[in-house]
């Protein structure tokens, strides 16, 4: 059984529209993160909660809104969406820093 | 700002001889250095997590770390077609929780 479930597996948005990228976890972990992977770049850091306060933000836009409504969700709001932002994007948990961090298998975005 | 290299590129081997990664870092104070694997269109599977210099193995994986060089080896014993996959590094700074990631070695393992 996953226990990092991240959803749709893919989605097709158009440019300008909106998107929320789902993810849960069923680990018990206390942080939870977002990366981010597009074609020919490193995965990227975008967020990281823990107890479900924001603790990091690497991300340049305000496009961006992470949201945790519960200690094992952590969704992606994705506003004004343009091409630029089509990649894979990964959400993780971990227990802390030192113990491993799980990933889900990814939300693959296209925006047309 | 910390940055993670990672060679080579490309990679490929024979099955059963053993393969060797290389990852660089910048930054003094990382403390925290794991390594993932990435079939390609899957998530990520972690490997080995090591935080302190010296070898850690996991199975067929092995980390070792040098901080005063600023690297981290991957080494893999005795790879299988199975293997075959995107081999990324990813280093943490003292304190900090984002993983910062290299761009990966993709190996290709023949039979």
């Known amino acids: 059984d996953p226990k990092i479930i991240q959803k749709p597996k893919y989605l097709v948005a158009v440019t300008g529209s909106e998107k929320i990228l789902i993810c849960e976890q069923y680990?018990?972990?206390?942080?939870m993160y977002w990366y981010r992977q597009s074609a020919k770049k490193p995965l990227e850091f975008m967020f990281s909660y823990s107890y479900q306060k924001l603790m990091d933000n690497q991300t340049a836009s305000s496009r961006f809104q992470p949201q945790s409504s519960k200690k094992n969700h952590l969704d992606l709001q994705i506003t004004a969406l343009k091409p630029d932002d089509s990649a894979t994007y990964f959400c993780?948990?971990?227990?802390?820093?030192?113990?491993?961090?799980?990933f889900g298998s990814g939300t693959r975005l296209l925006v047309i | 700002q910390q940055k993670v290299q990672q060679s080579p590129e490309s990679l490929t081997v024979s099955e059963g001889a053993m393969a060797s990664l290389n990852c660089t870092f910048s930054?003094?104070?990382?403390?925290?250095f794991r390594w993932y694997r990435q079939h390609s269109g899957k998530g990520l599977e972690v490997l080995v997590s090591i935080f302190s210099d010296g070898e850690k193995e996991e199975g067929s994986f092995t980390a070792h770390l040098n901080r005063a060089s600023l690297h981290v080896f991957l080494h893999i014993r005795e790879p299988q077609p199975s293997d075959s996959a995107l081999y990324l590094c990813a280093v943490s700074i003292q304190g900090g929780r984002a993983l910062i990631f290299g761009t990966g070695t993709t190996v290709s393992v023949s039979p």
């Open positions: 993780a948990s971990s227990q802390d820093r030192h113990s491993d961090y799980t």
């Open positions: 930054d003094r104070s990382s403390d925290n």
């Open positions: 680990l018990g972990h206390n942080a």
